[in-house]
């Protein structure tokens, strides 16, 4: 059975940084788009980032984010990565990767979501 599982989150300061990580299993992961979104409490969740199936593919960003994270992939090791510098606390929220055909923005389209990693930004 497919499966998604993110790791990397915790606790950290404006301004800091974090890394997370998703790793898949049981489909071929690289034929897919992969994405992060995230959700706070109270709030839909929204798309953050998503990378294009190749490991070099292209990367779309959210607004919010452009410029401080950065979306990442290795095929070889089946990983979806999120490097997410100068943390703010808006940013607090439980992240999710997803993986589906096309690298879009809407939730629906994505076949495959992990269970989700807490990131908590203090101000």
């Known amino acids: 059975q497919a499966q998604l599982v993110e790791s990397g989150g915790g606790l950290v300061q404006a301004g800091g940084s974090l890394t997370l990580s998703c790793v898949a299993s049981?489909?071929?992961?690289?034929?897919?788009?992969m994405a992060w979104f995230r959700q706070s409490s109270g709030k839909e969740r929204e798309f953050v980032a998503a990378?294009?199936?190749?490991?070099?593919?292209?990367?779309f960003y959210a607004d919010s984010v452009k410029g401080r994270f950065t979306i990442s992939r290795d095929n070889a090791k089946d990983t979806l990565y999120l490097q997410m510098n100068s943390l703010k606390p808006e940013d607090t929220a439980v992240y999710y990767c997803a993986a589906g055909h096309s690298p879009v923005v809407t939730t629906s389209p994505y076949r495959y979501w992990g269970q989700g990693t807490q990131v908590t930004v203090s101000s």
């Open positions: 049981g489909d071929t992961f690289s034929n897919y788009a």
């Open positions: 990378i294009d199936w190749s490991d070099s593919g292209r990367t």
